[in-house]
């Protein structure tokens, strides 16, 4: 699976963006797809996690801001931050598998198929 992150960008802290994960040539059915983010000197980090057909699993730091869905019939998968904090600066990263169980999501090399990434740049 050939996957692309879009959507980042440039946003003021208390904004709002939404990021986005295509699969190229390809469905996402039956594929959990996450996110994770890495700043830089940091590692890689969970963001959040959709599951097929939709359990959903969050950082617990970031649930009250993040939310991910699933656009099915665009073949995307959605991360939808708010209220983005300085902090929030980083590469974001999705990442699909067609077997990984919800307690392996937080956890980047479970994961078998990575996207380029999208900047996220939030300026206080």
């Known amino acids: 699976v050939q996957l692309q992150a879009s959507g980042g960008g440039s946003v003021q802290a208390g904004g709002s963006l939404r990021l986005s994960c295509a699969a190229s040539g390809q469905t996402l059915y039956g594929y959990s797809v996450g996110w994770f983010r890495q700043a830089p000197g940091k590692e890689r980090e969970f963001v959040a996690g959709?599951?097929?057909?939709?359990?959903?699993n969050y950082a617990d730091s970031l649930k009250d801001r993040f939310t991910i869905s699933r656009d099915n019939a665009k073949n995307l998968v959605l991360l939808q931050m708010n209220r983005v904090k300085p902090e929030d600066t980083a590469v974001y990263y999705c990442a699909a598998d067609r077997s990984i169980i919800s307690s392996s999501m937080y956890h980047a090399p479970n994961w078998d198929y990575w996207g380029q990434g999208t900047l996220v740049t939030v300026s206080s």
């Open positions: 959709i599951r097929w057909p939709g359990s959903k």
